[in-house]
């Protein structure tokens, strides 16, 4: 739970009016940490997505749609009737939020370790960018992504 207050800086989920919502982000989090090991270097959790963007030459942020896209085709074969065999729909849920909240942390990082890269579209930034502000750092955007968002 720790883990999900630092990274997300949501202090508000140490007191949950929601208990089951917590066990839920708990359990998230214990199959995480216990997967991941198994699947990436040990210094750098993301190894594992940046390895099959390379191998299958796309961006990075296609290695999380194929996945989620996995997910969520086994979910619609589920909710059609097919009996599950190898895990439970809630547990193919649980994987596809895990999957998310991956994806996010990964940008997270991406956007903190090169401050060039456009907060709105997630490409370099050449040439004219804005500032995007929020109140907690400047962010920027290309000039074109920031006036169509």
Not at 28 to 56: C, G, Q, T, V, W
Not at 76 to 92: A, C, F, I, R, V
Request: charged fraction near 30%.
């Amino acid at each position: 739970m720790i883990v999900f207050v630092k990274l997300f800086g949501l202090r508000r989920f140490l007191n949950l009016r929601n208990p089951k919502f917590k066990a839920l982000l708990d359990k998230m989090l214990e199959i995480h940490d216990r997967k991941n090991s198994d699947y990436a270097s040990d210094d750098d959790p993301y190894s594992n997505f940046k390895f099959a963007a390379a191998y299958a030459e796309i961006p990075l942020y296609k290695v999380y749609l194929v996945i989620e896209g996995i997910k969520t085709a086994r979910l619609h074969q589920l909710h059609k009737g097919k009996t599950p065999k190898n895990e439970s729909m809630d547990d193919t849920y649980l994987d596809k939020a895990t999957y998310a909240a991956i994806e996010a942390s990964n940008l997270m990082k991406e956007l903190e370790d090169n401050p060039n890269i456009c907060t709105i579209c997630n490409k370099w930034i050449e040439g004219t960018s804005i500032g995007t502000g929020d109140g907690t750092g400047q962010k920027f955007a290309h000039e074109a992504c920031y006036r169509n968002k």
